[in-house]
T-cell receptor, first 110, second 113 residues
Framework: GQNIDQPTEMTATEGAIVQINCTYQ??????LFWYQQHAGEAPTFLSY????GLEEKGRFSSFLSRSKGYSYLLLKELQMKDSASYLC???????????FGKGTRLSVIA | ETGVTQTPRHLVMGMTNKKSLKCEQH?????MYWYKQSAKKPLELMFV???????ENNSVPSRFSPECPNSSHLFLHLHTLQPEDSALYLC????????????FGSGTQLSVL
């Protein structure tokens, strides 16, 4: 079976930096995705990593290590609006749908 | 606004009712998906349609019946559901099945009494 692990919940302070980890053990790998989902809203695409290394996009960065089966999403200068669930998802091969983790619920407090 | 619209946003139904969920995308995508999202569980893929043809049925009970009349519209017909089917049902689309970026609708929150 496919296994994707993320922490269930995290809390961080406004203005701080938080790192949300995702580890995966899957039968194939063709890319890793991060989505953000605010309560009652649609998940929205944040990032996509297929090669090792760090991809930076404004306050958000995503890192991938394929050899370790590990990724993280780094959020800097946290804002209250960053309170949401963050979903890690793996594509197993070129034309298969994504396999999602359970998501990490991030609460940003003042 | 993601370009994917789902209706209704909320639905309460009894176990003997028949209802349908509707999804429409305005993005010109060719692949559409139904996902189930339950509390404390990963998003579960239910069905995939590629160019109107069903390419994946993830062992979903027959009380869920999908329909894809064209690449822009997707339905999920519900019949004799169980209370454990209560969940958020999300529709998504992508340019093609092997395209990496999914666009999700806001979902239908379903409660089965």
């Amino acid at each position: 079976g496919q296994n994707i692990d993320q922490p269930t919940e995290m809390t961080a302070t406004e203005g701080a930096i938080v790192q949300i980890n995702c580890t995966y053990q899957t039968s194939g790998f063709n890319g890793l995705f991060w989505y953000q989902q605010h309560a009652g809203e649609a998940p929205t695409f944040l990032s996509y990593n297929v090669l090792d290394g760090l991809e930076e996009k404004g306050r958000f960065s995503s890192f991938l290590s394929r050899s370790k089966g590990y990724s993280y999403l780094l959020l800097k200068e946290l804002q209250m609006k960053d309170s949401a669930s963050y979903l890690c998802a793996v594509r197993l091969s070129g034309n298969t749908p994504l396999v999602f983790g359970k998501g990490t619920r991030l609460s940003v407090i003042a | 606004e993601t370009g994917v619209t789902q209706t209704p946003r909320h639905l309460v139904m009894g176990m003997t009712n028949k209802k349908s969920l509707k999804c429409e995308q305005h993005l010109g995508h060719n692949a559409m998906y139904w996902y189930k999202q339950s509390a404390k569980k990963p998003l579960e893929l239910m069905f995939v349609y590629n160019f109107k043809e069903q390419t994946e049925n993830n062992s979903v009970p027959s009380r869920f019946s999908p329909e894809c009349p064209n690449s822009s519209h997707l339905f999920l017909h519900l019949h004799t559901l169980q209370p454990e089917d209560s969940a958020l049902y999300l529709c998504a689309s992508s340019r093609t099945v092997d395209n990496e970026k999914l666009f999700f609708g806001s979902g239908t929150q379903l409660s089965v009494l």
